[in-house]
């Protein structure tokens, strides 16, 4: 018989029948397998190197007859799908019937006509390789998605949660390829830090750095924010994109505030050895682009915009425990913080000086999130 | 009714016919039947000596129907009939009715060496 032949095991007490069967089987292109009852048949099917796609079962029979091992099939979970054809006499009409109630795919009558075999047992070869098909299918998608779960968690750790989520959502390519919306930049950046990292140890360097990344991370995650990167000590936080907030003004101050007390308690601690550090904070708001900035093999999700060139300056000019909002920005949150005038700055890059505020502190309505109005 | 053939002609043909004319496949088919009808007859004489109706069943079936693939009708249509009464329960007259399968079986294989179907 050739490779890879598809394979019926016929189930017969009769010597007689199965040696025809096996002959017609044989001229189909089918390769046969015999057991003279059902006992037998099912310790042949349960061997882990069985490869039978069909049976054909007798239903008279010594040991086993075809009534309990057609139960016996249907009731195993890895047998189940396995299509089997009923043999039956022309009186034997009744038992068929029940047959076909307890899962039996068709049935065969006595006498065989090849034609009818022929016709039976491809039909039910065609639906153990469509359940076959069906089961690998199944199994792949299972993996696909166990990778794509593994992929996201992966992104998660390298790109803010936000931008992770983005990228597997369905309307990620859009949203990646760029698109115009209102959003709230937050930059911060250590004042004293360049003497610092010049006078310290790189080891003390490095640890004031992750102490201060991982506090840092723990309050944007915690606000919400998407954080575009760290560089060293500077840090760039944006809000209302990918996931879009109403409040976006309001989380950027409130992060901001809680990144300054989160800010003095690293610092009493360094204080105490000896290291001068401060924090700068610049907020602005407005209309930007966002989306992947960047080139083949190292993008970005980054926001691009007059509002972030604002805030990056604001938080260069900001003494150690400023928190500076662009004007336009103050008067969206002015009744939630309580701010002070620093006077007019010039910022590079732009012709007209600004005014910015420090936010000194929240009012307590604005403490909680959810009480902000919008 | 007409008493059937031993061995229906037309049913070996058919049966010749449906194996590509494989004159070799059906006598081993013959052989085959051969020996596979004595232990249906040994069942059926122990059911038999045994009063045991039910035992009867299964050798009867299969018999019936292995009869029935060769053509050897006549067989064939007693053993239908005695599973038809065993399944009933019946076991009255089926001493005799064994008793004649055995002598059909003998002229059944005898007809099958006339045709030069069996050794």
């Not at chain 1, 007859?65 to 054809?85: C, F, M, N, Q, W």
């Not at chain 2, 088919?29 to 232990?39: A, P, S």
């Not at chain 2, 109706?53 to 053993?79: D, F, N, Q």
Request: include cysteine; charged fraction near 25%.
């Amino acid at each position: 018989m050739t490779e890879g032949a598809p394979v019926a095991l016929i189930v017969d007490d009769s010597p007689v029948n199965r040696k025809l069967l096996a002959k017609h089987l044989e001229s189909l292109g089918i390769e046969a397998r015999e057991a003279a009852h059902g006992r037998d048949a099912l310790a042949l099917l349960r061997d882990g190197a069985s490869d039978v796609a069909v049976v054909l079962l007798d239903i008279v029979m010594p040991e086993m007859d075809g009534y309990e091992t057609l139960a016996a099939i249907k009731a195993d979970e890895s047998l189940r799908h396995l299509p089997v054809i009923m043999i039956s006499g022309v009186d034997e009409l009744q038992s068929v019937i029940r047959c076909l109630e307890l899962g039996a795919m068709d049935y065969l009558p006595k006498p065989f006509d090849p034609a009818i075999l022929g016709a039976r047992v491809r039909a039910s070869l065609a639906s153990k390789r469509l359940h076959d098909l069906e089961v690998e299918f199944a199994a792949r998608q299972a993996e696909f998605l166990r990778t794509i779960e593994r992929q996201k968690e992966e992104l998660s750790r390298f790109l803010s949660p936000q931008v992770a989520a983005l990228v597997s959502s369905p309307e990620g390519a859009q949203l990646l390829a760029g698109h115009r919306r209102q959003a709230t930049a937050l930059f911060a950046d250590l004042r004293g830090f360049t003497a610092f990292s010049e006078a310290a140890d790189p080891e003390e360097v490095l640890g004031v750095l992750r102490a201060y990344h991982a506090s840092m991370g723990a309050r944007i995650v915690d606000h919400g924010g998407t954080l575009e990167h760290f560089a060293g000590d500077g840090m760039m936080v944006f809000f209302n994109d990918p996931v879009l907030q109403e409040d976006h003004v309001a989380r950027a101050v409130r992060l901001a505030v809680a990144m300054r007390s989160t800010f003095d308690e690293l610092a009493a601690g360094w204080r105490k050895r000896g290291y001068q550090l401060g924090l700068g904070i610049g907020i602005d708001t407005g209309y930007a682009t966002l989306g992947r900035i960047g080139f083949e093999g190292r993008y970005d999700y980054g926001m691009v915009g007059q509002a972030v060139i604002v805030a990056a300056r604001l938080s260069s000019a900001a003494a150690a425990g400023q928190i500076l909002l662009a004007p336009r920005t103050h008067a969206i949150v002015e009744d939630l913080v309580d701010s002070e005038e620093v006077g007019e700055l010039q910022l590079k890059g732009f012709s007209r000086p600004i005014a910015p505020l420090n936010v000194l502190r929240l009012r307590s309505e604005a403490m909680a999130p959810g009480v902000t109005p919008a | 009714m007409a008493e059937l053939p031993l061995v229906d002609l037309g049913v070996v043909d058919a049966l010749r016919e449906s194996v590509g004319g494989d004159d070799d496949f059906v006598r081993e088919l013959i052989e085959t039947y051969v020996g596979e009808g004595g232990d249906h007859l040994t069942a059926l004489a122990h059911a038999v000596a045994s009063g045991d109706a039910a035992a009867a069943v299964r050798p009867a079936h299969t018999l019936k129907s292995s009869s029935a693939s060769v053509g050897a009708m006549r067989l064939s249509e007693l053993c239908r009939s005695i599973e038809a009464a065993t399944r009933e329960g019946r076991s009255d007259g089926l001493a005799d009715q064994v008793e004649s399968v055995r002598a059909t079986w003998d002229a059944t294989l005898e007809a099958f060496r006339t045709e030069g179907l069996a050794a």
